[in-house]
C-alpha cells in the first residue's frame, strides 16, 4: 500500500472562465415563488452542494451536476429559517463556471445569506436543488490532500481517506481526472473508500459513459468530497497520484 501526499494548486479546481452569461430576469422573477408561479417545477432534482473557497475565504462555492439538456442556470439564496419558504429566496445575478471541464459547474458567491437553491430548465420543466445549507462563517470547509492509494491491483487503483467526523457526514463525491482535470468518473459512495472502475459500493453514478482504462505512468487527480446531510461540504480531499 502507498500514501501519497502531494501539494498541487487548488486554484486549478475553481475555474475563473465564464461561461454562460447572467440570465435575464423580470420583476417577477427576482423571488423564487414568483418565478414558479407558471411553471411546473421539481423539487430536490438538481445535484447541488457548497464549499468554502480553497483560496478567498469569503467566497462560497456552489457546486452543481448540470445534466445533459439543462440550460439556464440560476441561483436563488435566502435568509430566513425556513429553507422551503421559496418566497423568501432571491434571485443572485451570476455566471455560473465550468469545473472539470464542465462535468460540473460552480457559482461564486460573497454573502452571508443561511441557504441557496439552483435551478435550471430541462425539457419544458424547472428543476430544483435541495436547499444548501451555507456554514462559512461558522464550519468552513476543510481543503487537504491526504489521501491514501493503494495500487496493488494493477490499474485499478484503491482509494481511501479519513472521515473528518462520522456525526456530519452524509455521503462522498469522488471524481477521478486527468491530470488537465478532465472528468473520467464521477462517483457517489457512503464508505470512506473507492476502487477504480468498480461499482459495488457506488450509491450514485455520475459518470459520463464507460471511464477509460488508465494508462501506467500518467498522473491523474483523485477529488473526494465530504458532503453533510444539509449538503455543505465537510472536507475536500485533492491529490494526484501515478497510476500504476
Sequence with gaps: MKKFIYY??????????EDDSVPLVNDNETILSKFLEDKTFLNNQVIACAASDS?????????????????????????????KDFSSYQFVPLNSEPVFQGALRVFKLRSDCKWTVVIYEKEDKTEISTPIRMKLSFQPTIWSTDLTVDQSSPLMPHFSWFTLSEENNAI????????????????????????YYKLNNVVLNVTPGEPPGLISGETYIFTVMDVSIDNWVNHVIMSPFTAE
Design 8 to 17: 498541487i494548486p487548488l486554484f486549478l479546481f475553481i475555474s475563473c472562465i
Design 55 to 83: 483560496g478567498t475565504m469569503d467566497i462560497n462555492n456552489i457546486y452543481f451536476y448540470p445534466e445533459a439538456g439543462a440550460s439556464d442556470f440560476r441561483l436563488y439564496q435566502s435568509w430566513a429559517d425556513d429553507e
Design 172 to 195: 462522498f463525491f469522488q471524481v477521478l481526472s486527468t491530470e488537465d482535470l478532465a472528468l473520467l468518473s464521477g462517483t457517489y459512495t457512503e464508505d470512506n473508500h473507492f476502487q
